[in-house]
């Protein structure tokens, strides 16, 4: 029988209220061990569809006869949703109770996964795509919430760890899966995978989730705060996707971010004078939440923007297949693997501070390393780079989630788990649009240099902006018929080019990853984290 104590000490110690669902026989429901593997199956799910879909994207414009444009919000589409909604999706959670949202999410994400693989139309399944990051956000921050209502202090760190193993090996293999199901099966198969996945997370879910709420959870809704938070959301991610396309300097990327600080001014007003605000900025006073959101940032601003890049590297430079591409990076996914539980029982007996710093020393370093990979290096340097970065990024994503959920009341256990994953959600589309900047802005430096010095014929301006559009992603740009004697030569050209580039980047993000080791001093050990659930048979 599940024995379940309630910290009791008074309504104004965030304690959190008697669950809802009695606890049946067998102490299935509200353990923490299975609330755990329940929460991971469906958070395995989420960031797993962040980079499998990837790889079905050629599919995907092939058989539907899709634009590049068109297939770009396949993606696009996803992520906007899922970054706009992920505070609005915790508050409801904190609302309604993290069960309940979490299985909506779990059965809303499935379905949508398997109508986009019934779809015959591009429109169609960027319609589900959407749906998809709206079902996701509300399934994110729940996972959280639940963790930190069932796990008490001295094992939250721990389950926080196997959560974050959980995503980083999901992103990670999600390209290894996708390859082998695209090659093998078909492009519907990555997304009605889903399905099953769902099914078990449901019945799970049902089973053993129990629906923890605390005594001053939030009674109402700020409808207009969630208007003003949505619309200054939009207009940054808007703007992060599409500055790559329009420029830095463009009036479009200046008016979407304008628009996006005046709202997100707007939004800190209107949050002082209502009276159930989405975000009371009082959290903010807590001087280690914020820099746990801040150090989200800066990590996957380093980590996705810098990751972005070895992908073509990988493949355009080496000439991987996608299969071949994810199975080297497994050294980065081995690591997280391992490393997030580790990083877990360190955190809990030496506080997040120290792990936090190392992590992104760590992270630095390997950055760096990333930066002297050339056309030649071999797998062994690549394995080497990439595990000490999978090492470096373990405590981050483990340290991190528990200083911003552990700092927050337990009633705001939602609002603080989507403010982590909407930090990771902006720094991965910020680290992707300024480090892409910075290789753009390298490559049309060097391109026509590199291209004159190796005696290749002259371009015109026209071709010479196509020809560094593919030298961005790694593409030699060879018109068919050239001879082969000057396809070397252009390969060469344009290969080299591309790794000065991504030298480039991967120093800047190595530079970020040195700035966070300075904000990572900044944090300690969740102050509330004591206000979770003390419950038995741990």
């Avoid at 996957?300 to 299969?323: E, R």
């Amino acid at each position: 029988m599940t024995s379940q104590t309630i910290d009791s000490t008074g309504p104004g110690d965030n304690a959190p209220a008697a669950p809802s669902d009695p606890s049946p026989a067998g102490g299935l429901r509200g353990h923490p061990w299975f609330t755990l593997i329940t929460v991971a199956v469906g958070v395995m799910m989420v960031a797993l569809d962040g980079t499998i879909v990837a790889i079905a994207n050629p599919a995907i414009q092939k058989d539907l006869g899709a634009t590049f444009a068109q297939v770009q919000w396949i993606t696009n589409g996803y992520f906007l949703a899922l970054a706009v909604s992920l505070i609005t999706a915790g508050k409801l959670g904190d609302r309604f109770g993290h069960r309940q949202t979490f299985l909506v999410g779990v059965v809303g994400f499935a379905a949508a996964s398997g109508a986009i693989g019934l779809s015959g139309s591009i429109a169609a399944v960027v319609t589900f795509r959407v749906f998809q990051g709206l079902f996701g956000a509300l399934l994110m921050p729940a996972a959280l919430g639940l963790l930190r209502a069932t796990f008490p202090a001295d094992k939250l760190n721990m389950a926080i760890g196997i959560w974050g193993m959980v995503i980083g090996a999901s992103t990670a293999g999600g390209p290894i899966l996708g390859g082998v199901l695209v090659e093998h099966v078909n492009w519907q198969s990555v997304f009605f995978i889903n399905v099953p996945v769902g099914l078990i997370a449901l019945t799970l879910g049902l089973l053993i989730l129990l629906d923890h709420r605390a005594e001053n959870a939030p009674r109402s809704f700020d409808v207009f705060g969630i208007a003003l938070l949505s619309g200054a959301m939009f207009c940054l991610v808007w703007a992060l996707i599409k500055a790559p396309a329009w420029g830095w300097g463009d009036g479009r990327t200046g008016a979407f971010i304008a628009g996006s600080v005046l709202l997100f001014a707007v939004f800190s007003f209107w949050e002082t004078k209502v009276r159930e605000p989405l975000i009371p900025l009082g959290l903010f006073r807590s001087v280690p939440l914020s820099a746990g959101v801040v150090l989200m940032v800066l990590m996957a601003i380093a980590f996705m923007g810098g990751l972005f890049f070895v992908t073509f590297y990988l493949q355009n430079v080496h000439g991987m297949s996608p299969i071949d591409a994810g199975l080297h990076l497994l050294p980065l996914t081995g690591m997280m693997i391992v490393g997030s539980p580790l990083a877990g029982a360190m955190i809990t007996k030496l506080g997040p501070r120290v792990p936090l710093a190392g992590g992104m020393v760590a992270t630095a370093i390997a950055m760096y390393g990333m930066s002297t990979l050339r056309t030649d290096t071999g797998s062994a340097v690549m394995s080497l780079w990439f595990a000490l970065l999978g090492l470096g990024l373990a405590p981050v994503m483990v340290g991190a989630t528990e200083v911003i959920v552990g700092n927050a009341p337990m009633e705001l256990s939602g609002v603080a788990g989507g403010l982590q994953q909407a930090a990771m959600q902006i720094g991965g589309s910020l680290g992707t649009a300024v480090l892409g900047a910075v290789m753009a802005s390298k490559v049309d430096s060097d391109l026509p240099g590199n291209w004159t010095g190796a005696g290749l014929p002259r371009l015109t301006p026209a071709q010479l902006d196509q020809a560094s559009e593919a030298v961005q992603v790694g593409v030699a740009p060879v018109a068919e018929g050239t001879p082969q004697p000057l396809v070397e030569k252009i390969t060469a050209v344009a290969h080299d080019t591309f790794i000065s580039g991504m030298s480039l980047a991967s120093l800047v993000a190595a530079g970020v990853a040195a700035a966070a080791v300075l904000v990572a001093l900044l944090t300690k050990r969740g102050t509330n984290a004591e206000a979770g659930a003390g419950v038995g048979h741990i």
